[in-house]
């Protein structure tokens, strides 16, 4: 079974801090997606690496950064948190160009960020 | 831009009801498209893929129909039961040389006894 791990599930920050989400998956996938969900505007991508050191911003990717350093892992950095940026963050794994018509992606279980 | 819609936000019905999502996609040239089920507080898991040439997936009680033309996909419950209730998004894949996925904002289920 393909898992994607998220190192926190509940995290309470303070506005200004520098905030560190962190996924894991263990099924060699080359891409790896940073997304955030709050009610009424869904899923939105956040940023998208699709190799190691590689990455591509997505839709929303202002006040963050990440980093790819080992293939299995992906980091999702806020670097200066702010209260609008208290949401679900949900990570999630694929291989690249889906090498079978039907893969998807797979998700992580989130993380629920509340920045005060 | 592709948008995804999904209609209503929020259902509720009591257990045993057929019922029927709703998805629509302002441009019809997609490669794919999914449903996916996301419990409270928890990830999403993938239900059902249709591809862009085919016109339905089953799975168990799940029908899922695809009707690229009018940017409409449609995923019927039937027999619906309390384990039914959660969130229900549709996702929807521009083309094979994109990885990315563009998501609707979901339709909360609950299914009563």
């Known amino acids: 079974d393909v898992k994607v791990t998220q190192s926190s599930r509940y995290l309470v920050k303070r506005t200004g801090e520098k905030v560190f989400l962190e996924c894991v998956q263990d099924?060699?996938?080359?891409?790896m997606f940073w997304y955030r969900q709050d009610p009424g505007l869904g899923l939105r991508l956040i940023y998208f690496?699709?190799?190691?050191?590689?990455?591509e911003k997505g839709d929303i990717p202002e006040g963050y950064s990440v980093s790819r350093e080992k293939k299995e892992r992906f980091s999702l950095i806020l670097e200066s948190a702010s209260t609008n940026q208290t949401s679900m963050y949900l990570c999630?794994?694929?291989?690249?160009?889906?090498?079978?018509?039907?893969?998807?992606?797979?998700f992580g279980p989130g993380t629920r960020l509340t920045v005060l | 831009k592709q948008e995804v819609t999904q209609i209503p936000a929020a259902l509720s019905v009591p257990e045993g009801e057929n019922l029927v999502l709703n998805c629509s996609f302002t441009?019809?040239?997609?490669?794919?498209l999914q449903w996916f089920r996301q419990d409270p507080g928890k990830g999403l898991t993938s239900l059902l893929l249709i591809q862009s040439s085919q016109r339905e997936q089953t799975s168990g009680r799940l029908n899922a129909s695809l009707d690229k033309s009018s940017g409409r996909s449609t995923l019927y419950i039937a027999a619906s039961q309390p384990g039914d209730s959660a969130t229900y998004l549709c996702?929807?894949?521009?083309?094979?040389?994109?990885?990315?996925?563009?998501f609707g904002t979901g339709t909360r289920l609950q299914v009563f006894p």
């Open positions: 996702a929807v894949r521009r083309s094979y040389n994109t990885d990315k996925l563009i």
């Open positions: 099924m060699d996938h080359e891409n």
């Open positions: 690496s699709y190799d190691v050191k590689m990455k």
């Open positions: 999630a794994s694929s291989f690249r160009k889906y090498r079978v018509r039907t893969d998807t992606q797979y």
């Open positions: 441009d019809s040239a997609i490669y794919n």
